[in-house]
């Protein structure tokens, strides 16, 4: 059994309506400026827009899929048929009806194409019998100054109710303000994840770092230690205390679900069942893969392979009673099954069939992904799932956005690559549209595609995959899934695997500070001539700060039609840092090779670095003077585990040579 606590409430009964809105999340839609497409993108003109729903009343309501609900004046399928609205999940979407009880909570959740239903929009809106409706009002759909950023769950390893909350949240208001309380409104019931009722208060809240206040045009936020939680959904109900101002509350709706950052080596397996041989999976163990794209494989699943070799299972995942057991879910990354619906084999799949594909998944505890392959529209597909992804490659692959519109190297206009950077624009993109859930992205690693505007090498450089993973990285992504490391590609391009194994290394020895933290500061640095310099991004949190300096001085080589950068060069950066940040003594660098020191000084709250620096840079700053000797001692036991496995395929030609065996005799 779920360990649902008894539920109560303290709401006062303050409408003559028996429902009461509570509150609104508006989301407001966006589009990255950097990209180019064939079209220009239509006006981001909606918003993904959570509704909470309170019953006022002493008795309870059927909520079917014939309750009169109008917005407007209009009902929810007119909507969506008049391209107003993408998708919805209002009751006339759903195919069981829900009983809302007296003191409980339902949320309704739709994304609009509209400035009615977008940002600052106005619409009436009915609920229930016209002659006597359980809710009547005019919605102002204001976007929140202060909004929920990052709502993560963790769990102690192994386990599968997550015992810990890390909850980030954005202050853009014009005063600073006070966290009174977290609440969480819980589904009552696994079978009904759209009922909740007030299951947990937390105060008083403690700030990161004893911070009693989050400032004007901050970030700050909280831990929150709980008994263990049910793997349903839930509304996080934070109250917010403005400066001399009237408290208010800021929601938001997601799944609970145990986050672990999961490296995926992509579809991995193939017809040749590849799974059932040792020396393959010593590789992808050496590689830092611990998931792969497949469900369970005959041969491998059900043999001592996986015990010493387990990769998450990541795919369709039914039949339900098979993957959603207690021991099964450790074995588990997500749901992923529909593709790339945007572009749907030529023609899109609706946003709203989408969600009518995953809607089975709510009542079970399968958190559900959906990969995101065109930022144009995929404002339109914002919220559908519980863990949204991205997929798209910048060099020598096919992608949505024109390459040859992109006027980046002062007038050189290529057909075969694309800035890198606009990795990091996409994924702050995906991020701020479905926030506060985690983001995950498919990132471009060794695979044969075909040659593009004459290049020859059908596959990234070591660099390009180098630079592709980290301009995603530093967005904040919590997991990261290659494509694609069959062993095809693994035999056919054996420069990038040392590659691989390193950014496997160094996103293990940073991956609790994204999962721990929040995006903070990004911004584009340009030279005196005006020539892109470096991308400055920040992933902060409670313990530390991950700062990371991305180089933007490359250039096309048009010969070899690669990209390539310039030698490490001296530079000097200054990195804001958060205000429960300001206390740090410590700043080093780290990368696949150790730990490092740097010079640095502390300024007006911020960290200046200078560094003799190229590509990709790692920084952290913290308080924690021991955070350094414990990042040396992980980095140890990592290249000892490397070793153990005892297979080598990257320096050593004999092991290679093996792999290169198994691929021809099985193909």
Not at 91 to 103: E, G, I, V, W
Not at 260 to 289: A, M, P
Not at 660 to 665: L, V
Request: charged residues 20%; aromatic residues 12%.
């Amino acid at each position: 059994m779920e360990p649902f606590p008894s539920s109560f409430s303290s709401e006062q009964k303050d409408t003559d309506h028996q429902l009461l809105l509570k509150g609104t999340n508006v989301t407001p839609h966006m589009v990255a400026k950097s990209m180019r497409y064939h079209h220009d993108p239509e006006p981001a003109s909606g918003a993904r827009v959570q509704l909470f729903l309170y019953n006022n009343g002493s008795e309870s309501l059927a909520i079917t899929n014939q309750t009169r609900v109008c917005f407007e004046g209009k009902f929810a399928q007119d909507l969506l048929a008049q391209n107003i609205w993408a998708w919805h999940d209002t009751p006339s979407a759903r195919s069981n009806p829900d009983l809302l009880a007296s003191s409980h909570l339902t949320v309704w959740t739709f994304n609009s194409r509209n400035s009615t239903f977008g940002a600052n929009g106005e619409f009436d809106m009915e609920i229930g019998p016209e002659n006597k409706p359980w809710f009547s009002d005019k919605l102002s759909l204001t976007p929140p100054k202060c909004w929920l950023s990052a709502v993560t769950f963790l769990a102690p390893e192994g386990k599968i109710h997550p015992d810990r909350l890390i909850i980030h949240i954005a202050n853009t208001s014009s005063k600073a303000v006070k966290i009174t309380s977290c609440r969480l409104w819980l589904a009552t019931a696994p079978e009904t994840p759209y009922i909740l009722s007030l299951q947990k208060t937390f105060k008083p809240i403690k700030l990161f770092n004893h911070q009693d206040m989050i400032p004007v045009e901050e970030r700050s936020g909280f831990i929150v230690e709980t008994d263990p939680l049910p793997l349903t959904y839930t509304a996080v109900e934070i109250i917010v205390t403005p400066v001399d101002g009237t408290p208010y509350s800021i929601w938001a709706y997601l799944r609970i679900k145990v986050e672990c950052f999961d490296i995926s080596g992509g579809w991995v397996n193939s017809s040749e069942n590849h799974l059932q041989n040792e020396s393959f999976l010593k590789t992808l163990k050496r590689l830092y893969i611990n998931t792969s794209h497949n469900s369970l494989v005959p041969g491998y699943s059900d043999t001592n392979l996986y015990e010493k070799y387990p990769l998450k299972y990541f795919g369709g995942l039914r039949p339900f009673e098979v993957y959603d057991t207690d021991a099964m879910l450790p074995n588990i990354h997500a749901v992923e099954f529909l593709g790339e619906p945007q572009y749907g084999g030529g023609t899109p799949v609706p946003p709203q069939e989408v969600w009518e594909a995953l809607a089975p998944y709510a009542v079970t505890r399968l958190a559900t992904t959906l990969t995101h392959s065109e930022e144009r529209i995929w404002r339109d597909y914002a919220g559908l799932s519980d863990y949204p992804h991205y997929d798209a490659y910048r060099v020598t692959a096919p992608s949505p956005d024109e390459w040859k519109k992109y006027d980046r190297w002062k007038g050189e206009r290529i057909g075969w690559g694309s800035p890198l950077e606009t990795i990091g624009d996409m994924c702050r993109s995906l991020r701020e549209l479905n926030r506060p859930m985690p983001c995950a992205i498919w990132s471009q690693g060794p695979h044969n595609w075909s040659v593009y505007d004459q290049r020859q090498r059908t596959t990234p450089t070591p660099t390009e995959i180098r630079m592709q993973a980290y301009h995603a990285i530093s967005s904040r992504i919590t997991s990261l899934y290659w494509f694609n490391l069959s062993l095809k590609s693994l035999c056919s391009w054996r420069d990038t695997l040392e590659e691989l194994v390193r950014i496997g290394r160094e996103l293990r020895l940073i991956d609790e500070f994204l999962l721990e933290g929040d995006a903070y500061e990004h911004k584009r640095l340009a030279t005196i001539a005006g020539d892109l310099d470096w991308d400055i991004n920040s992933v902060c949190g409670a313990r530390a700060g991950l700062l990371f300096a991305l180089d933007l001085n490359y250039k096309p080589d048009l010969e070899e039609r690669i990209f390539k950068f310039d030698p490490p060069r001296e530079t000097e950066w200054t990195f804001e840092l958060p205000a429960y940040l300001q206390q740090i003594n410590d700043v080093f660098r780290i990368d696949a090779d150790g730990i490092y020191d740097v010079n640095w000084n502390q300024i007006d709250g911020s960290v200046e670095i200078s560094d003799q620096a190229s590509q990709v840079m790692i920084y952290i700053a913290t308080y924690n003077p021991e955070l350094r000797f414990d990042l040396e001692i992980k980095h140890q036991n990592l290249v000892k585990e490397e070793a153990i496995a005892g297979f080598d395929p990257i320096g050593n030609d004999t092991d290679f040579h093996i792999l290169q065996k198994i691929f021809t005799s099985t193909n």
